[in-house]
Nanobody, 122 residues
């Protein structure tokens, strides 16, 4: 089992940056960031295959966001630059202890944090 806790969200102007982090109780095979705006479907943002540091991004954030992990593979980061209002939402950390076919599909993750709010104003 994996316990996850996000922190580091906040409110910024468009074009600004934030760097939320996710603390995991243990390493996971795969960790990911998702986001969810009010009334909207949960959306995959970025994911990392922890053992090999293999990374995937959603097209909407590629080139602006950077996912990374610490050496112990128990802390996940999401460096968010050039933020846009459409990036607003609750950012959630998710983990899986198994290999998954679609790393940006919420249903493939078994462990979730509570989320941290990110608000980007225009």
């Amino acid at each position: 089992q994996v316990q996850l806790q996000e922190s580091g969200g906040g409110s910024v102007q468009a074009g600004g940056s934030l760097r939320p982090s996710c603390a995991a109780s243990r390493s996971a095979v795969r960790l990911a960031w998702f986001r969810q705006a009010p009334g909207k479907e949960r959306e995959g943002v970025a994911t990392i295959y922890t053992s090999h540091n293999l990374i995937d991004y959603a097209d909407s954030v590629r080139g602006r966001f950077t996912i990374s992990q610490d050496n112990a593979k128990t802390t996940l980061y999401l460096q968010m630059d050039s933020l846009k209002p459409e990036d607003t939402g609750v950012y959630l950390c998710a983990g899986s202890l198994r290999g998954i076919a679609d790393p940006l599909r919420p249903g493939d993750y078994d462990y979730w944090g509570q989320g941290t709010q990110v608000t980007v104003s225009s």
